[in-house]
C-alpha cells in the first residue's frame, strides 16, 4: 500500500511539473517561438496521456475519459516532428495545411464520445493505431536526427536526440504493456516523471531552452572562430568596455556583424551574454586597477568610473558575483598580502 501511495505521489508531482513547463514555454517570448511551442504542445500531450494512465489506475474512469488521454499521444509525434524541424532551420514558416498533421488528436478529441473504449477487439485495434501514428512520428523524427546538419549547436542536437529517445522509450512502455511483455502498467508514468525532471534541470541549468534561439542560425565554425577573435580585439586592445554607454549594436557595428550573431558568438564561445561578458572585462580591469600601488588611496567610485561602470552600486555588484568579494574587501586581502611579503 505505502509502495502504491508512493508512486502516486511521484506521478502527480510528474504532472504538475510538466504542466508548468507549459505553461513556461506557452508564454516564453525569447528565443524561437515556434520551437518553444511544439516543445510546450509534446509535453502537454505527455501528459494528457501519462495523466490518463494515473487516473485510471487509481479510478474507475468511463470510455469518453480514457479516450481523451488515449488522445494526447496523437498530439505527441507531430509536436516532436515539428520540433526537431525548426530546431534545425527545416521549417521557418507554418502554414495552414501544415498543422493538418493535427487533425487526428482534434478528432480523436471532439468525438471521444463515440469513439469505443471497451477492451474489445476494435478497442484494441484503435489503441493500436494510436500508438502506430506515434511510431510514425518517431521515425520521422529519427530521420531529423540523422540528418540535422552537423554545423549545429552540438547542445541543440543532442537535446533533440535525447528527447526522441525519450519519448521513444515511453512508447516501448505501453506497447510492451498491451503485449503484455511489461506489466508494470503505470511504468510508463513514472518514466515520463523522471523525464520531466530531467527537463526541469536542464531549464534551470539554462541549457538546451536557451540553446534553441540559436539553433537555426548556425555560424560555420571558421566564421566563428574568427569574429570571436576579432571581439576579443575589440574588448583587449581597444577597451571597448571602459564606454559606460557601449552596446551591443555598438559592438556589432565595429565588427561588422549583426546584433544577434554577436551575442551568439560570444554566448557559444564563453558562455556569458553581453552584459555578463562587458562587466567580465570591467572587472579584470577593476582588479588590476586596485592592486596596482598608485591606486592604493583612489576611492572606489574612482576604480569603478576608471573600469567604465556608470555607478558604484552596479560595481559592487559585479565585482561580487565574479570574484566573491567586495572591491573593498579585494584590496584589503591585497594590503595584508602585501605586508606578509
Not at 564606454?243 to 551568439?264: D, F, Y
Request: hydrophobic content about 45%.
Amino acid at each position: 500500500m505505502e509502495g502504491a501511495v508512493l508512486i502516486l505521489v511521484l506521478s502527480c508531482l510528474g504532472i504538475a511539473q510538466a504542466l508548468f513547463l507549459c505553461i513556461y514555454l506557452f508564454t516564453l517570448k525569447k528565443g524561437n517561438r515556434y520551437a518553444n511551442f511544439f516543445l510546450g504542445l509534446l509535453i502537454l500531450g505527455l501528459t494528457i496521456r501519462i495523466g490518463k494512465s494515473i487516473l485510471n489506475e487509481y479510478l474507475d474512469l468511463v470510455a469518453w475519459q480514457r479516450n481523451l488521454g488515449l488522445a494526447g499521444i496523437l498530439l505527441v509525434g507531430p509536436s516532436l516532428w515539428y520540433h526537431g524541424k525548426v530546431l534545425f532551420g527545416a521549417t521557418t514558416r507554418f502554414y495552414p495545411k501544415q498543422y493538418l498533421h493535427f487533425l487526428p488528436y482534434l478528432c480523436f478529441t471532439f468525438f471521444c464520445w463515440l469513439i469505443p473504449n471497451r477492451y474489445d477487439t476494435l478497442s484494441i485495434w484503435i489503441y493500436y493505431g494510436i500508438f502506430f501514428h506515434l511510431l510514425c512520428y518517431l521515425i520521422l523524427s529519427a530521420g531529423v536526427v540523422i540528418h540535422m546538419d552537423k554545423k549545429s549547436h552540438s547542445a541543440v542536437q543532442s537535446w533533440y536526440r535525447n528527447l526522441v529517445i525519450g519519448v521513444g522509450v515511453i512508447w516501448v512502455f505501453y506497447m510492451g504493456n498491451i503485449l503484455g511483455l511489461i506489466p508494470f502498467y503505470i511504468g510508463g508514468a513514472l518514466c515520463y516523471t523522471l523525464l520531466v525532471y530531467i527537463f526541469s534541470f536542464l531549464l534551470l541549468q539554462k541549457h538546451s531552452f536557451q540553446l534553441v534561439k540559436y539553433s537555426a542560425s548556425v555560424l560555420d565554425q571558421e566564421v566563428l572562430g574568427t569574429l570571436s577573435e576579432t571581439i576579443q580585439k575589440l574588448f583587449q586592445e581597444d577597451t571597448v568596455y571602459l564606454n559606460p554607454q557601449i552596446t551591443l549594436n555598438e559592438v556589432a557595428s565595429a565588427v561588422g556583424s549583426t546584433p544577434k550573431i554577436v551575442s551568439q558568438v560570444i554566448n557559444t564561445t564563453t558562455g556569458k551574454n553581453f552584459s555578463e561578458y562587458v562587466n567580465a572585462h570591467r572587472v579584470e580591469k577593476a582588479k588590476t586597477l586596485l592592486r596596482s600601488p598608485a591606486a592604493q588611496k583612489e576611492k572606489i567610485a574612482s576604480i569603478a568610473y576608471d573600469s567604465g561602470f556608470n555607478n558604484v552600486t552596479s560595481f559592487n555588484t559585479a565585482f561580487k558575483a565574479m570574484t566573491g568579494q567586495t572591491p573593498s574587501e579585494f584590496r584589503k586581502h591585497i594590503k595584508i598580502d602585501s605586508k606578509n611579503r
